[in-house]
């Protein structure tokens, strides 16, 4: 005889609750979702669940020749662009053992600094947002409007520049541009003060950020965690001072690592702050040197049709949101034969599965948001 209970009662006060974030969540900056196990009000154990805008750029990477694929390149992480061409190019001219101008490395340097102060200044203004806090992303978009007009200017594009190519850049800068941007820079840098005032030193800001998902040192090296994010957490590694490329080997006097010891929400928004000073600084060395630098070639002439030489090479740069890396790997043709994408955001999404047990639900949006990422730079 089988006996079969109808009605549990009582019994539900045990039973674990799952609660789905997503996949259309407003704090979750894409289509993310998260699977948590509630017991009442604090959670078990959390999953990230992925993939829901996978779009599958490594595999089209080889289907398109080396001039192409950095239209799929910088869409990862739409809000890095700049940064997302970069690598790819770096691997390719790598391949091929060219050297580009100096003009163009300068110029990729000072490009590659304002497309890392835009990125943060989308998260400065967006992380106190979810928290409640509506004006800070005003003054973001502000901000981030006088870089982006010198960006579009000198690349025709908002989002997706388009504007480095193998051997160095599309165009020469437009005349008088320099001094635009240095205004843009100077402008930017007055109002940066209004963070620390308006954000840091909000006291609710603060009670709902310090001590907060504490992200340990030993879970960062274990999960591949990178970027502002790792730094937060005690791990001082910035690929721009230890193992410099573009110009960054003669910036070593202006680049500060922002550190912190905390592992918290607050710190990780502290280091993104003072990373992005320190970003405005680059930019002006980089403008200085640009200044002195006699007029010449902005990138150098290629083949019709380019072919990498036949084997594989690895680069990596220090991306807004942590390390990203090309994997090129190349039989002599005019395709990659392979192309693998290490995306700065896919390892550091991963770490909630740390972060977010035994933390309330109330703080689960102050968790995630703080660990600034891109959905797209996610699923790729």
Request: with cysteine; hydrophobic share 40%; proline share 4%.
């Amino acid at each position: 005889m089988t006996e079969t209970t109808v009605g549990i009662g009582g019994a539900a006060e045990s039973t674990d609750m799952v609660l789905n974030i997503g996949p259309q969540h407003p704090s979750t900056h894409g289509v993310l979702r998260l699977r948590l196990v509630l017991d009442g009000e604090r959670i078990q154990s959390a999953e990230p669940v992925i993939g829901y805008m996978h779009r599958g750029a490594e595999k089209l990477f080889e289907a398109r020749d080396y001039r192409q694929i950095i239209m799929l390149a910088n869409r990862h992480d739409w809000l890095s662009a700049f940064s997302n061409e970069l690598g790819v190019v770096l691997a390719v001219e790598r391949m091929l053992g060219m050297e580009v101008p100096e003009r163009a490395v300068w110029t990729r340097t000072l490009l590659a600094e304002l497309n890392r102060v835009l990125n943060h200044l989308m998260f400065l203004g967006s992380y106190p947002l979810e928290l409640g806090g509506i004006t800070p992303i005003f003054h973001a978009f502000r901000e981030r409007e006088d870089l982006q007009h010198v960006m579009e200017e000198i690349s025709g594009g908002r989002m997706h520049y388009m504007f480095n190519r193998v051997g160095g850049l599309k165009d020469d800068l437009p005349a008088g541009w320099l001094g635009r941007a240095r205004q843009a820079v100077a402008e930017v840098r007055s109002r940066m003060g209004v963070y620390d005032d308006l954000v840091l030193g909000n006291e609710i800001f603060r009670g709902r950020t310090r001590g907060v998902g504490i992200l340990a040192r030993e879970t960062v090296h274990a999960y591949g965690v990178s970027g502002p994010i790792a730094r937060a957490s005690g791990v001082d590694f910035d690929l721009r001072r230890d193992e410099p490329y573009l110009a960054y080997a003669e910036l070593q006097d202006v680049l500060e690592v922002a550190i912190r010891e905390e592992g918290d929400c607050l710190a990780r928004f502290e280091c993104l702050l003072e990373q992005t000073h320190t970003s405005l600084a680059l930019a002006d060395a980089c403008l200085d040197r640009l200044d002195e630098l006699p007029p010449g070639p902005i990138n150098q002439r290629l083949p019709k049709v380019l072919k990498a030489p036949e084997g594989h090479t690895y680069a990596w740069t220090e991306n807004p949101l942590g390390l990203n890396g090309y994997y090129l790997v190349s039989k002599g043709e005019k395709t990659p034969y392979r192309l693998k994408l290490r995306s700065a955001s896919y390892n550091n999404i991963q770490a909630l599965t740390e972060l977010l047990p035994g933390t309330l639900v109330a703080d689960m949006v102050a968790i995630l948001g703080s660990l600034f990422f891109v959905v797209g730079d996610i699923d790729k």
